[in-house]
């Protein structure tokens, strides 16, 4: 069974970095999207990044670009967000969240996901 697995959250000032992680286990192919989406109450989960785990191919939002890097250990099974130049809006609950189809990192929609992670909270204040 598939298990994702988040860390890394927390609180930070405006302009500050985190780093989230998440542990992947139980798939059955090398070749899977998977990502991170966000969510704030009331608003729809939006997708932030998401990478082909057997190229290594990226998507990023427009609002995160230059901000927010995903990568993969592909050792560890472990994908990474590196968040730098965090801003208030930034704050969300951030899930992890990966799809058995590996062309689907390129639109990085929640509707397309299969599995889901429980969610790591990261507060950004001014």
């Known amino acids: 069974e598939v298990q994702l697995v988040e860390s890394g959250g927390g609180s930070v000032q405006a302009g500050g970095s985190l780093r989230l992680s998440c542990a992947a286990s139980?798939?059955?192919?090398?070749?899977?999207?998977i990502g991170w989406f966000r969510q704030v109450p009331g608003n729809q989960r939006e997708g932030v990044s998401c990478i082909r785990r057997r190229s290594s191919s990226t998507y990023s939002a427009g609002s995160v670009k230059g901000r927010f890097t995903i990568s993969v250990d592909r050792a560890k099974n472990t994908v990474y967000l590196q968040m730098n130049s965090l801003k208030p809006e930034d704050t969300a609950v951030y899930y992890c969240?990966?799809?058995?189809?590996?062309?689907?990192?390129?639109?990085?929609?929640?509707?397309?996901?299969?599995?889901w992670g429980k969610g790591t909270l990261v507060t950004v204040s001014t």
């Open positions: 139980g798939f059955t192919s090398d070749d899977y999207s």
């Open positions: 969240a990966a799809a058995l189809d590996g062309r689907l990192w390129h639109d990085c929609h929640f509707s397309d996901m299969n599995y």
